[in-house]
């Protein structure tokens, strides 16, 4: 089995659950606990509120690089990160590293793929959605997307940013479930949940599929660590 390579801790708790599901996974599937690395990104809770809501992102790039190098030198594979925002700088991390960098965009969208949604309601915070972070791989797929209003979307970044910084509201899995039932009218297939913290707060909906980008990268990283051909650089993601 291959090793893999985690860029944790955005947020902590979010990372330590994706762990425990692909070590779990892949003791399931071959009945060996899979060789793991993690290197948790050392970010203030300030710096990482700034960068879910869009300002001073370049801050974490020089983080994210270095803790890339670091799971290369100690004997990485491949490396994953289960946060979908700093995906921004998905190409940056790559060119910094001699091994494979999975995608948690890329998957989801083989994923949403593989289950014919022509039309996705998309979760994530102010970064993922300004920087248009799913668009250009969704659209080349045929998929429409849906995203909150700008009241929803300001709604759905503070709730993230309580889950960052682990002071959730009582009434937070309710405006969650609220601006999902606002997707339910606009007749979307499924909703992407493309904030792996959000995870945290619903797993499902009794109007509409929910699918979770950090169950994606989970199942995408016990299919790597068990394959034993070589992981591509862009393992997963195919282009219709």
Known sequence: M???GIIGGLGPETSAKFCLEVGFACSKKTGIRPNILVSNVAIPLRTESEIINGRNKGKILPLLIDSAKQLEKAGADFIVIPC???HVFIE???KSVKIPVLSIVEEAVTFLNSKGVKKVGLLGTNTTIKE???DRQLKQNGIKIVIPDNSNQTKL???IDRLVKKLPNKRDKQKLLEIIDRFTAKNVDC???ACTDLQLLIKNHNKVRIFDTLDILAKATVREIINTTP???KAGFELK
Request: aromatic share 4%; proline share 0%; net charge positive.
């Open 2 to 4: 291959k090793k893999a």
């Open 84 to 86: 979908n925002t700093v």
């Open 92 to 94: 940056e991390i790559r």
């Open 132 to 134: 248009k972070l799913f």
């Open 157 to 159: 970044s503070l709730l």
């Open 191 to 193: 909703v992407l949940l």
């Open 231 to 233: 992981v591509s650089r």
